[in-house]
């Protein structure tokens, strides 16, 4: 049992885990680079230590000085936040090795994960729907290749097994185009992932992003807590999130939570998951499982009444889950807006200092930000800096409140997507909900910031 915690993560999420510990009576050390000392977190930690300079690879992503950090200050247990070392089986298995808990599934759970051709066959075994493609790794036979795809069926998407980030991914229309693309990912896969396997799926011209998070405990239990959807998207980046996924029927909803629970008793799973699916034509196909606490998270708390954190970290501590599948009900609509340091119609980082921050509040608002007047937003890493929460009895009561929320937002110094999100909570498709992924996209192309889409 362990009573200190090393937060191997930065921004509002190494505050949110900081909160979390207290709650808890944990102690919290932070570590940071030499850019981040002056992180909200860093100054209410009850232990500070800088591991290394600004660059990610060497401080929040070198295994070694994290190690280290540990050691120096007694921390018997590590957060790894989402990100960086998150989902690093080496990593989670380095901190075992060291008898340290690693807070998270064990590396072995992470390590089958994050092999997609060894999630989708253990996954497809698991009862748990799948998109069509291929039978594992596709083999160096051009012909074997092609007869895959056509029994696929075309359009067809060549993916990496290492991939992840939206990275490593090409999509096939026409077999004219499958060698070059099967080459090229492969060649890719290799420098970026170190493992040049690829398979192919069945491309979903108009799928919405829908995902299932799950708990599971050290003593057998696992639970569903309902669904995300996650369809507002910029090259794979969710932008907006919300649950439940509107028009969902919550009997589809349920067989798919339960199928998931299954899953993870399958794979020995512990801890906070979320498993990805495309949902298309009334039917869901997974596509990925994340074996971390996802930035989303806070929706399904709000909807749900779950601390997330709080139950991912007991677990970690041994304890058995503090609830059961009976005690989860959905309660009202929940929504989430990142605002990104990000130039909202060129999507350039926009890093910088803070000259004014005054975050919303009210009935049914949440905000999750390390951002605080003075503060200056580093260039080195992710460009989250807020993430603006609201919930209510009903979507559209809780659109209403985050148009509140938003506008009650003052941000000064850092250009960010605060005012695409004013936009997107205005837009037709939005407020219908149940767009498809593309649909941010072809929001972006029309300009929405010419007034160019439709306005509820
Ligand atoms: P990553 O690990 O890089 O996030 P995913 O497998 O989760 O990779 O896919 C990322 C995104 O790529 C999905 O959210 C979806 O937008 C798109 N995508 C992946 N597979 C398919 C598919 N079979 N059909 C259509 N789009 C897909």
Redesign the pocket.
């Known amino acids: 049992m362990f009573d200190t915690v090393l937060i191997a993560n930065r921004g509002e999420i190494a505050l949110r885990i900081l909160r979390a510990c207290r709650d808890l009576g944990l102690r919290t050390v932070a570590v940071h680079s030499d850019v981040d000392a002056n992180l909200r977190h860093v100054q209410l930690a009850d232990q500070a230590l800088c591991i290394g300079p600004g660059p990610a690879a060497d401080s929040y992503l070198d295994p070694a000085r994290l190690l280290r950090a540990a050691r120096l200050t007694g921390a018997q247990a590590i957060h790894p936040g989402y990100g960086f070392l998150s989902e690093n089986a080496d990593f989670a298995a380095a901190v075992e090795a060291a008898g340290l808990t690693f807070i998270g599934p064990p590396s072995q759970a992470i390590r089958v994960m994050g092999d ?1 051709v060894a999630a989708k066959a253990t996954m497809r075994a698991a009862g748990v729907p799948c ?1 069509p493609g291929s039978d594992g790794a596709l083999g160096h036979d051009r012909a074997e290749v092609h007869e895959q795809a056509r029994r696929v069926g075309y359009p067809v ?1 060549v ?1 990496a097994a290492g ?7 090409r999509v096939v229309r026409d077999a004219a185009e499958l060698d070059d693309a099967v080459a090229v990912t492969r060649a890719e896969a290799a420098r970026a992932f170190h493992n040049a396997e690829v398979y192919l ?4 011209e108009h ?1 919405r ?1 829908i995902e299932m998070q799950v708990m599971a405990d050290r003593h057998g239990h696992v639970v569903w807590l309902g669904e995300r959807d996650c369809s507002m ?1 910029r090259r ?1 980046q969710k932008m907006i999130e919300e649950a439940p996924a509107p028009g969902l029927d919550r009997d589809d909803v349920a067989r798919l939570g339960a199928l998931c629970a299954a899953a993870c008793r399958v794979i020995g799973y512990v801890g906070a998951g979320t498993f ?1 699916f ?1 949902y298309e034509n009334g039917s869901f196909y997974f ?2 499982m994340n074996t971390r606490v996802q930035v989303e998270h806070p929706v399904t708390e709000l909807v749900t009444g779950i601390d997330i954190l709080r139950e991912q970290i007991r677990v970690a501590q041994g304890h058995p889950l503090s609830f059961a599948q009976s005690d989860v009900t959905l309660n009202g609509h929940a929504i989430e807006c990142r605002i990104n340091a990000e130039d909202p119609t060129s999507f350039l980082p926009t890093p910088g200092d803070v000259a004014a921050w005054v975050s919303p509040g009210g009935p049914g608002i949440r905000v999750e930000s390390h951002l605080y007047p003075g503060y200056a937003v580093p260039p080195h890493y992710d460009s989250l800096v807020a993430k603006i929460l609201a919930h209510a009895p009903t979507r559209d009561l809780a659109i209403r409140r985050m148009q509140g929320a938003l506008a009650e937002t003052t941000l000064a110094g850092l250009t960010t997507t605060l005012p695409l999100q004013q936009r997107l909570m205005r837009e037709v498709g939005f407020r219908a909900g149940g767009f498809d ?1 593309h649909h941010l996209e072809r929001l972006i192309q029309d300009g929405w910031h010419q007034g160019a889409q439709d306005e509820a």
């Open positions: 997609k998109v998407i993916k991939g992840g980030g939206g990275r490593g991914m799926e069945r491309f979903l799928p992003h998207q794979h990805e495309l596509i990925e992924i």
